[in-house]
């Protein structure tokens, strides 16, 4: 017996379970079969579910259900990144609460307590991602950790080093002081900060006179190495050659010239600092600048500072303008926005720190994904984005990808104590090579780097790795699995890691395929607050997914976060959408019940059940071409709105009511076989975004066997459908529509026959809907008629049809004057307004064709409802 109300916890788990057991989501390379391929972008193993998680999956999911109802060979790889730098912390975190420093551990011990970590916390996120449907082949779960991708990675490393792609240099990087570890420019965000701007007095050598300069970095003056003036600055002629001292610790500093200083910023001298800002160094290069590094890796002072030896350098800051203002060194403090750089990881100030890192060159690699992208092969969803990734990938700088972390791909190099090194996989291979680069060192002692990978340097490889780990070494051509399944289709992600991830898979299928690894790169938008804000756990406005899940149901939460999800753009997120959501699978529910509580019994269909077949066929197929072309363009807010509407409107408020039976009477056999075939096509279209009330409903619906799911039934194709019945519809549903009005605003019964008059209702567009608007609307007979009628009636127009219906006896005659002329006066309202617009010459002359169109559709709408309200007060 079908439960009364939809239990989703009940036939979610049933459901899951069901096509587990049953392979449903497992892909193998099947000639006879297109393939369709996705892979996951992988979340951290740090991660839990969140609601941008969620809004992702669930497009995936509905991508993949729709490819396997089509034939295809449907396979979605699911995976999670091994994260570096959040792993790391969380496992210090873990062994700080017992007790346990990473600095008094080994590389090999703490890499023990790493895997612990992994193994307990690491599946979460995967397992989480079942609760909402995610049909993955979990078969084929990757982790860029697992030994052979270990080993690829090492691989790639090793091969663009022969090929001269990847180098060790001593270069100004983005240190993160919190992570002790650099990064690469892409892991900086940049935000606008309320700083201030410090009025610095260097007093010039030999004399009692000051040069003054503005900076936002005061901790910062005892590792200056300069003072730089434009040379064009008629104020600053008579310093050249000279030095100033550096307040407080007394150094000399020679005073230098180079057009690069602003001349209207500040005072219009700079310090350089070559140790900590990027472009300091560059000038310090340029005039060969001592570089004094006064920071250690945490941000805080080394011995190098003589200062404040051991403090952080936000509070030395503090402390050294508060010791300048003192000492008279200070001569005022400004408010003033900087921008600054974050650590996308750790939230911590970034510190430009000159250090010998591992870079990967970009200038010749990054070509073809540039190309590809701009000619449109790769198709960015929505297009948009192409001009921020030009504007990426043509400014591209050489990539950082050694990180000064335990937790990760180790980097395989191996160093001689004179600092020179090999790079090669193992150390056995390391000796080889070598012994033959050095032919009279005898047997050195080696030394692996102590940095691992940029994590981005892994998921790089992806699409490519889930498949096959063994392409990277010389000669592969691919496994079979490989051949299959790539380039894969579409890929789902958000724009926020456009360069990060998508921009080098890119980069990385055109190096070692020599082709796109996906052809369609959907990106979503953030999922922010009704407010507009990002959702955070700090702002606590980020719902829990897994609690939404439970008390709606996941076909709910897929269908809510859709509700309001173009691509690109971000989705305010309202619970009231997951409600909407909740409401539509109760609506499906009912319509199932109410349709499998009906009686048949053998006969002939009767006129108007014809006519609702006939209609409802048209207008099925008519969505389904809508569906299918929203489905091409990735417009999947659109395609849900095309099977809600369908479902809703269509098929439960209209063909439903346009076929059902009298209470208690049976319905035609025929109707029933025809409705039962419409519900199953239904549920087949709504399968990708609402899966498990579609599958338990399939099941109900006609005995199936174990193997006829709906998670591989057909997908249903659109027909020819015929517009005239389509229009004729619509017709008939506005006069059903104003007939049922009428009733509400005149307090009459539904359940009172009305009559209809219809002027000149031969030429009305309608033709065969008579019988259903009649019995839709109450109506027990229509007359068509050449004047308005005599008597009482409340008039309508739909279209430029008249309508009547009599009301003599049925309403209050003043309380329906009143009404007419409250109408009356509202229309010649509009009516003015619209002659208004197109009495104006420049808005005739400057407005599309269509908008006139419609503009003067208005003023006759409005000039034969007028017409027909005055005729009507006549009456009265």
């Known amino acids: 017996m079908l439960s009364t109300k939809y239990n989703p916890a009940e036939v979610e788990s049933k459901w899951y379970s069901y096509w587990m ?64 730098i959040a792993t790391e912390a969380k496992v210090v975190a873990m062994l700080r609460e017992r007790g346990i420093k990473k600095s008094d551990l080994s590389r090999e011990d703490f890499l023990k307590y790493a895997w612990e970590w992994k193994e307990k916390y690491g599946g979460i996120i995967l397992e989480q991602l079942k609760k909402l449907g995610a049909s993955c082949d979990w078969s084929r779960t990757k982790f860029t950790m697992d030994a052979d991708y270990y080993e690829a990675v090492i691989d790639v490393f090793i091969d663009l080093h022969k090929k001269g792609y990847i180098y060790r240099g001593l270069r100004m990087v983005n240190w993160d002081p919190a992570g002790k570890t650099a990064l690469s420019d892409d892991e900086v965000i940049h935000k606008d900060v309320q700083s201030k701007l410090y009025y610095i007095k260097y007093q010039i050598e030999g004399s009692g006179d000051h040069l003054t300069i503005a900076t936002v970095r005061p901790e910062t003056i005892m590792a200056d190495a300069a003072i730089c003036i434009n040379p064009n600055d008629e104020r600053y002629k008579h310093l050249k050659g000279k030095r100033a001292l550096i307040p407080l610790i007394n150094r000399s500093i020679p005073i230098i010239e180079d057009e690069y200083v602003t001349m209207d910023f500040g005072t219009g001298c700079l310090k350089v600092t070559p140790a900590h800002d990027m472009n300091d160094y560059e000038l310090g290069k340029k005039h060969n600048l001592e570089v004094i590094d006064i920071l250690h890796e945490d941000g805080t002072l080394n011995e190098k500072a003589l200062l404040y030896v051991g403090e952080d350098r936000f509070i030395a800051r503090k402390k050294i303008a508060k010791e300048l203002e003192a000492k008279e060194c200070l001569s005022k403090i400004e408010d003033y926005s900087s921008n600054v750089g974050f650590s996308e990881r750790t939230d911590a100030v970034i510190e430009p720190r000159l250090s010998l890192q591992w870079f990967l060159k970009m200038d010749t690699i990054t070509k073809p994904a540039l190309e590809h992208v701009m000619n449109d092969d790769i198709q960015l969803i929505p297009p948009k984005f192409k001009n921020t990734y030009n504007h990426w990938m043509s400014n591209v700088r050489d990539w950082c990808i050694s990180r000064q972390l335990w937790w990760g791909h180790r980097i395989p190099a191996w160093y001689d104590e004179k600092g020179n090194y090999i790079v090669a996989k193992t150390e056995a291979e390391a000796l080889d090579l070598y012994k033959l680069q050095h032919p009279a060192s005898g047997t050195p002692k080696l030394t692996q780097d102590a940095d691992v990978m940029d994590t981005w340097f892994s998921s790089w490889l992806w699409p490519i790795a889930v498949f096959d780990t063994t392409i990277f070494k010389d000669g592969n051509k691919g496994n079979k699995d490989l051949n299959y399944f790539y380039p894969t289709n579409d890929l789902v992600t958000a724009p926020e890691i456009l360069f990060f991830w998508v921009a080098r898979m890119i980069i990385a299928g055109y190096e070692y395929r020599g082709e796109m690894p996906f052809k369609n790169v959907y990106l979503t938008g953030i999922v922010r607050d009704k407010q507009g804000r990002k959702m955070s756990k700090s702002l606590g406005n980020s719902p829990d997914p897994l609690d939404l899940i439970a008390n709606f149901g996941a076909d709910a939460v897929r269908t809510g976060m859709l509700f309001s999800s173009p691509a690109g753009n971000d989705l305010l997120y309202d619970e009231k959408l997951i409600e909407q959501g909740r409401n539509f699978a109760n609506k499906i529910w009912n319509a199932f019940r109410l349709v499998k509580g009906w009686n048949t019994f053998e006969g002939n269909i009767p006129e108007e059940n014809t006519i609702a077949i006939t209609w409802f066929e048209s207008r099925l197929s008519q969505s389904l071409a809508e569906l299918n072309d929203h489905f091409t363009k990735f417009r999947m807010s659109d395609a849900l709105m095309t099977i809600y509407k369908l479902i809703w409107d269509d098929f439960c408020s209209w063909y439903l009511e346009m076929i059902k039976p009298e209470f208690g009477k049976p319905i035609d056999q ?153 109408e009356l006066e509202y229309q010649k309202g509009f009516l003015a307004s619209v002659d208004k617009k197109l009495s104006n010459e420049k808005f005739v002359r400057g407005a599309p064709a269509n908008v006139l169109e419609m503009e003067r559709k208005k003023k006759a709408d409005a000039e034969a409802k007028i017409k027909a309200l005055e005729e009507s007060l006549k009456r009265l």
């Not at 969140?50 to 995976?79: F, S």
């Open 670 to 822: 025929g109707t029933y076989n025809k409705t039962i075939l419409f519900f199953e096509t239904l549920l087949k279209a709504l399968h990708p975004f609402m899966p498990f009330i579609t599958e338990e409903l399939w099941h109900e619906l006609q005995q199936k066997n174990e193997k006829e799911c709906i998670i591989i039934a057909s997908w249903p194709n659109s027909s020819t459908f015929d517009s005239k019945i389509l229009n004729e519809a619509s017709f008939s549903f506005a006069i059903i529509a104003e007939i049922r009005n009428i009733r509400s605003t005149k307090g009459l019964s539904p359940k009172d026959a009305l009559p209809l008059l219809v002027r000149n209702g031969e030429q009305a567009p309608i033709k065969a809907f008579w019988s259903i608007l009649k019995k839709l609307s109450n109506i027990h007979e229509i007359n068509f008629v050449a004047e308005a009628p005599a008597v009482n009636s409340t008039p309508f127009i739909v279209g430029s049809t008249e309508f009547f219906i009599p009301l003599e006896g049925k309403v209050d005659a003043n309380k329906e004057r009143e009404t007419l002329l409250k």
């Open 21 to 84: 057991e049953h392979g449903f989501f497992h892909a193998e390379p099947n000639p006879s079969k297109d393939p369709y391929c996705i892979v996951i972008p992988p979340p951290n193993v740090t991660g839990v579910l969140h609601m941008g998680h969620m809004l992702n999956n669930t497009i995936q999911d509905i991508l993949v259900r729709k490819a396997r109802m089509e034939g295809k060979e449907a396979c979605w790889v699911p995976g999670t990144d091994h994260a570096s």
